[in-house]
């Protein structure tokens, strides 16, 4: 049983999108279709904390973490 790690804000992009593939359209419906390009993922994802990509586009962070874990959780 692997059990995946919780979302957080502090997860990197690609933790987050590699843990919870679900999340993706989550990502999607923020605007970030970059992250569909497993290139992109593999490249900004390991460096790029959620925390500081919601900061940078002036998205409520809540509001994306209650998103993307009722994704995780469906």
Do not use: Y
Request: hydrophobic share 35%; proline share 9%.
């Amino acid at each position: 049983d692997t059990t995946m790690p919780p979302i957080h804000l502090d997860l990197s992009v690609k933790d987050c999108l590699d843990g919870h593939p679900e999340t993706l359209p989550v990502f999607q419906s923020f605007g970030f279709h970059d992250f569909d390009s497993p290139q992109v993922r593999g490249k900004l994802g390991p460096f790029l904390k959620l925390r500081t990509l919601l900061k940078f586009k002036r998205i409520d962070p809540e509001l994306f973490l209650t998103r993307c874990c009722q994704a995780a959780e469906n």
